[in-house]
């Protein structure tokens, strides 16, 4: 009987491993659709009343509309954007939000570490590494991001590295160490594998079935 149970609770806990992960994303893809569909509905809505639509017909036309109007807006400025004409527009946008108390601080951390995310593979992070933190024994994943020469404490001369050492289960959050090039451990890993570990919190690390890089037990 408790082979049974056992079986059972293991067959239990894998349908909600596999479940799960697609009950996250339609929770985030829908909460995203309704935010973004939220701005442009009243703008769809009136829209519809000007095209003469029935009433009946805007209950479930509006929100339709209202995502593709979304969408394009989005296509639109990522055209413009693109150009040299739309960059110097766009700087320019950003030079007068910047400008804002308190909403250029979070502009701008924000638009820093999305641009380190998205050249992540081309040397934003530079490689993942092991290093003491918070305390001595504890070893903590972080980031590699830049140089820091002379910035150890009575060691001017000692290379240094900037190290990122993001928060689980948001890396938009951490915090920003100075650590001696020789204390900090390579990984092995490659920085898209340690995002994975650090958005799961450890669950998803090389080595487990289903995901790539170098297979290698973890402590």
Partial sequence: ?????????????????????LAITFVILRYLFLLVTGFSEPGAARLLQWLGAPPSAMAWMTPII?????????????LVGGNWVGR??????????????????FYGSTRQLLDAFKYSGGGAFREVVLVEYPRHGLW???????????LIPGRPH????????????NPTSGFTIVVPRGEARNAGIT????????????FISPGRPGESGTARETA
């Fill in 1 to 21: 009987m408790s082979r049974i149970v056992a079986s059972l609770r293991r067959t239990l806990f894998q349908g909600i491993l596999l479940i799960l992960p």
């Fill in 88 to 105: 110097r527009v766009w700087r320019g946008l950003e030079t007068l939000v910047l400008r804002i108390p308190l909403v250029k601080w």
């Fill in 191 to 202: 920085v898209e594998e340690g995002l994975k570990i650090i958005l799961s919190g450890g």
């Fill in 66 to 78: 209202a995502a593709i109007l979304t969408l394009g807006v989005v296509m639109f400025v990522g």
């Fill in 140 to 150: 903590s994943l972080g980031f590699v991001t830049a140089p820091a020469h002379g």
């Fill in 158 to 169: 000692e290379e240094g590295v900037y190290v990122f050492v993001p928060t689980t289960p």
